[in-house]
């Protein structure tokens, strides 16, 4: 019961989250200077067409009616129509998340396996010059934003080296039929090896910049974590127990020692979405990120609106789904 009131009161307290981001967001886009319908409109276009186009969007009511009107939409599921594609913002948003969830999902994974890495070997060689040398990484890795570490990238293995695709998502000349836009996914259920190593080639390097200053806050933290739990008892009795140190590390000390590491993960894991603006745009990525920017660009408020309503429902989900798992595996919580 009493885990079910913690969700009950969370999945509230993110309705309340999320009405105050719609709030802020339609409120302010809408006091930015610049007209989004004069874009539309060709040279020449008269008073009425203006007028015609205002009203087609509901630009000639009040902010606050504007408001009322976009939410109950929203309630219905109706997130309006894009000014720039005259297409529905709904499916123009769903259409483009696969790309961007893919995307954060493999930058998260790559994250998670060289933090882990860097984390434990750290562990283990603890009071050597190798341990600074991680450190010293770890603190260049998190010090240069993710952008730079694309355009590094794009030198490296793009232009030096060229061995992988520096835009797009997926090769034009390929012959795909999936039934959804998550073609990573699809590739790896039906098989499709040629499908899977284009977009591997493609996700790559983007991945790998959004990753690596992630995969230097890990290091850091479970390192830390790492070295505060091997003083523990229970781990000094496995040693006299004779266990080997790798074992000691991994099966004793690790469990207890990753939980933290899990909550930042799922709070890191929310900027890394964030962050793919910027990298999608880069590498040309076919995500929501780069839509979003051209959202802005062409002053797409209903697109803007949409977008930033997902990113979020996205966020407040991440940190749901985290603060549940953590209870669910620190027995600590789960039974008090």
């Known amino acids: 019961m009493a885990l079910l009131r913690a969700i009950l009161i969370r999945l509230g307290t993110t309705c309340l989250t999320l009405l105050g981001v719609a709030v802020i967001v339609f409120f302010v886009i809408r006091v930015v200077p610049g007209n989004p319908i ?3 409109l060709p040279p020449g276009a008269t008073d009425a067409d203006i007028a015609r186009l205002q009203a087609q969007y509901g630009f000639d009511k009040s902010i606050p009616e504007q408001f009322v009107i976009w939410l109950g939409g ?19 948003v769903l259409g483009r998340l696969p790309a961007t969830l893919e995307l954060s999902i493999v930058a998260l994974f ?20 190798s341990e600074g040398a991680i450190d010293v990484s770890a603190g260049i890795a998190l010090s240069v934003p993710d952008f730079l570490w694309g355009l590094v990238l794009i030198l490296l293995f793009g232009v030096l080296w060229p061995v992988f695709h520096i835009s797009g998502r997926i090769s034009p000349s390929l012959d795909i039929d999936f039934t959804t836009n998550f073609y990573l996914f699809e590739a790896l259920v039906r098989l499709r090896l040629d499908v899977l190593a284009d977009l591997a080639g493609h996700m790559f390097m983007p991945a790998l910049a959004l990753a690596i200053p992630l995969a230097a806050i890990i290091a850091q933290l479970l390192k830390q974590s790492l070295k505060e739990t091997m003083h523990l008892d229970y781990v000094t009795l496995a040693r006299t127990k004779g266990y080997r140190e790798r074992h000691v590390i991994t099966r004793e000390a690790l469990p207890n020692a990753i939980l933290p590491t899990l909550t930042l993960v799922g709070v890191q894991f929310t900027f890394l ?4 603006v910027i990298i ?12 979003a920017i051209d959202a802005v660009i062409n002053r797409d408020l209903p697109l803007i609106q949409g977008i ?15 603060d549940m798992l953590y209870v669910v595996l620190n027995p600590r919580l789960r039974h008090a």
Request: hydrophobic content about 50%; glycine content about 16%; proline content about 1%.
């Open 38 to 40: 004069a874009m539309m």
């Open 74 to 92: 929203v309630l219905q599921g109706d997130f309006g129509t894009s000014i720039s594609t005259r297409q529905p913002v709904s499916g123009l």
């Open 110 to 129: 790559m994250a998670s396996v060289i933090g882990g890495a860097l984390a434990l070997t750290g562990t283990r060689l603890r009071g050597t010059r």
């Open 273 to 276: 979405i964030g962050g793919t």
């Open 280 to 291: 999608e745009r880069l590498f040309s990525y076919e995500g929501l990120g780069n839509m």
């Open 308 to 322: 930033v309503l997902l990113f979020a429902l996205l966020f407040t989900a991440v940190n749901l789904v985290v």
